[in-house]
């Protein structure tokens, strides 16, 4: 049996990075199916950034497509078998809701059960400035279990357009999730 993946795109700017995230992990051979989720937000912060909706996205291969309203779906019980789940990007919202366990949709029940099952969780934050509740919740999701990761994008690869800036920050989530791709983009080194 293949590995299995959640990847929620919830409605902060950077759904990009989603879309990158989910690509890489439908593509990955290693893994057998990923649910995916989408906030009405994250809905409407995909069309208005890529042009893309739901649909488009569903039909990746491997991609199976989940109301974020069935709190009965299959990824909202810790008895479900998969291999962890990042957000991407993650609502100050959602990591809110998240870091004070309250799960009224597929997104945060499926986080919340990545938490208390001890599977990956990887939050990609997309909020700026920060105030001090999203540092405490930060901290609180982190103390918890979670990988905090901020969407960050690296320049050090020299990016020609912001598919490679998209890319280069998916490889970074997968690594966390415990998939190791190679991409020619990674710090290499080398002299001053």
């Not at 995916?36 to 994250?42: A, H, I, R, V, Y």
């Amino acid at each position: 049996m293949g590995l299995r993946f959640t990847l929620a795109i919830t409605g902060a700017s950077g759904s990009g990075f989603g879309v990158a995230t989910l690509k890489r992990l439908s593509a990955n051979p290693s893994v057998e199916r990923v649910a995916l989720l989408l906030s009405p937000t994250g809905k409407r912060c995909l069309f208005d950034e890529t042009g893309l909706t739901p649909k488009d996205l569903a039909a990746l291969p491997k991609v199976s497509l989940r109301d974020e309203r069935d709190l009965g779906a299959d990824i909202s019980s810790g008895s479900y078998r998969h291999d962890g789940m990042a957000i991407v990007p993650c609502s100050a919202g959602a990591l809110g809701r998240i870091a004070a366990g309250v799960s009224e949709s597929l997104v945060s029940r499926a986080a919340d059960v990545c938490l208390k099952e001890r599977r990956p969780l990887v939050l990609c934050l997309r909020e700026t400035p920060l105030n001090r509740i999203h540092l405490e919740n930060m901290l609180r999701v982190h103390d918890a279990g979670a990988v905090v990761m901020p969407i960050m994008p690296g320049f050090y690869s020299g990016p020609e357009s912001m598919d490679d800036l998209f890319d280069t920050f998916a490889t970074r989530v997968l690594d966390q999730l415990g998939l190791r791709e190679d991409d020619s983009r990674r710090w290499k080194g080398g002299p001053v």
